[in-house]
């Protein structure tokens, strides 16, 4: 966990955004400045931290008393996509073009798989400035972590395809009307009529248009999510996948692990999470109205999925138990305890 960049991933529910949240309190304690970042629409990081995680602003300082500071930022893509479009505009007519557009207007807030792409632009841009000793980033669950991680090939694919050469033909003429029908007469008129009611022309429009004004920042665009690729499989970031306990998680923390490895990415500790006590001279049959029994039970379970889950890891990765605590950490001296938990674990 002492790679400058650290994105913690993995299933629901496992406790990744409390851990990515104790990780980074811990390095701010050591005296590291860190940033730790979210781009998981339930917004989890700003309850785990106690602030109030603006999509607004860039970074909100985290008051806490430690050498170093600590921030928390919520990934915002239309903000970030807005960003790109004022790098990489040759102009400020070409500018405004595509930011009023209203085809842009959607894409940028709410098209599936911009937002993936758009949050590992902006940890791209944190973990380039320098600002940072360290960099948490806090995932959403496994599928749509891994479309985060594969957005950048995403983009470069969708820009060097012939789809966007489609695209870019010139497919309405100075009225607006589709040049494809204007030759064919009133059936021509009768066919984009039929257009207009199951699609919509205006959205069409808005499409060629947006295309269009976006031509110029196409190269901008692939040599930054190259950029991006490199970066993420860079020696300075390193992933931390958690898993939750039981012999039923094992299979999706081994499918992940794979899915990483096989992308090139540097995969470091496996977590399991929140696993049970044993507890000595237990019975065979639990008995649910004893909550002895029933607790005797849980812990053989995850120690079970543990054992099971280091048998089939071997010496590939280095697994780290954090154990279930009491309660669960409320709040910035509780969240830095369990970080300096899981670091004296990798240790040993």
Do not use: C
Not at 142 to 161: C, K, N, Y
Not at 194 to 212: C, I, K, P, S
Request: hydrophobic share 45%; glycine share 8%.
């Amino acid at each position: 966990m002492s790679a400058p960049l650290t994105i913690v991933v993995g299933s629901g529910g496992v406790g990744k955004t409390t851990l990515a949240a104790a990780i980074a309190a811990d390095e701010a304690r050591r005296g590291n400045d860190t940033l730790v970042m979210t781009f998981d629409p339930s917004l989890r990081l700003k309850d785990a931290l106690g602030v109030d995680v603006d999509p607004e602003s860039n970074e909100i300082r985290v008051p806490m008393d430690a050498p170093g500071e600590l921030w928390a930022s919520l990934l915002d893509a239309r903000r970030t996509f807005d960003t790109l479009v004022d790098r990489y505009a040759p102009d400020d007519t070409a500018r405004q073009r595509i930011l009023t557009n209203r085809f842009y207007d959607h894409l940028s807030g709410s098209l599936a798989g911009v937002l993936e792409y758009m949050a590992s632009e902006r940890l791209f841009e944190v973990a380039s400035f320098g600002k940072y000793q360290r960099v948490i980033l806090d995932t959403p669950p496994t599928r749509q972590a891994l479309d985060f991680l594969g957005a950048p090939e995403r983009i470069v694919s969708f820009l060097e395809s012939g789809a966007l050469r489609i695209a870019l033909k010139p497919w309405f003429d100075a009225n607006g009307n589709f040049k494809a029908m204007a030759r064919l007469g009133v059936l021509g008129r009768n066919v984009e009529a039929f257009f207009d009611r199951m699609v919509g022309m205006e959205l069409l429009r808005d499409m060629a248009e947006f295309f269009q004004a976006f031509t110029p920042l196409y190269d901008g665009f692939v040599e930054r999510a190259l950029e991006v690729q490199k970066m993420l499989r860079s020696d300075a970031t390193s992933f931390t996948l958690v898993s939750g306990p039981g012999e039923q998680r094992v299979a999706d923390t081994l499918f992940f692990a794979r899915k990483l490895s096989e992308a090139g990415y540097r995969l470091g500790p496996i977590v399991v999470n929140r696993v049970h006590p044993k507890v000595d001279a237990a019975p065979e049959v639990v008995n649910l109205a004893d909550g002895r029994g029933l607790l005797a039970w849980l812990g053989r379970r995850d120690h079970q999925g543990v054992a099971q889950l280091r048998d089939l890891l071997g010496d590939s990765h280095p697994l780290v138990v954090v154990p279930l605590r009491p309660d669960e950490p409320t709040n910035l001296e509780s969240l830095a305890e369990l970080g300096a938990l899981l670091r004296e674990q990798l240790k040993g």
